[in-house]
Nanobody, 124 residues
């Protein structure tokens, strides 16, 4: 069993930056692909980005490509989402998720464990 806890969300002005963290307990994340998803108010959960088990490959939604960066630190059993040039449309609850998979997927159903989410609000 993997427990995931996100942190780092908050209120930020458009153009600003935030870094979200996803800390795991219960099991090492070394063998898990990790994904970030978000869900805005009244919207469906959508894929933001993902990173494979080694950290050597990352994948992003077109809407965040070039602005967001995913990384992972095995020693801390933690995955990060660096968000730059934030826009009001990035406002959402952000979730991290873990999948026992070689290549991370873009569908929420492909992930086995989820965090509780952290709110990101971007104002103009």
């Amino acid at each position: 069993q993997v427990q995931l806890v996100e942190s780092g969300g908050g209120l930020v002005q458009a153009g600003g930056s935030l870094r979200l963290s996803c800390a795991a307990s219960g099991r090492t994340l070394r063998t898990y692909a990790m994904g970030w998803f978000r869900q805005g108010l009244g919207k469906e959960r959508e894929f933001v980005g993902a990173i494979n088990w080694s950290g050597g490959s990352t994948y992003y939604a077109d809407s965040v490509k070039g602005r967001f960066t995913i990384s992972r630190e095995h020693a801390k059993n933690t995955v990060y989402l660096q968000m730059n040039s934030l826009k009001p449309e990035d406002t959402a609850v952000y979730y991290c998720a873990a999948a026992l998979a070689t290549i991370p997927g873009r569908l929420s159903g492909e992930y086995d464990y989820w965090g509780q989410g952290t709110q990101v609000t971007v104002f103009s």
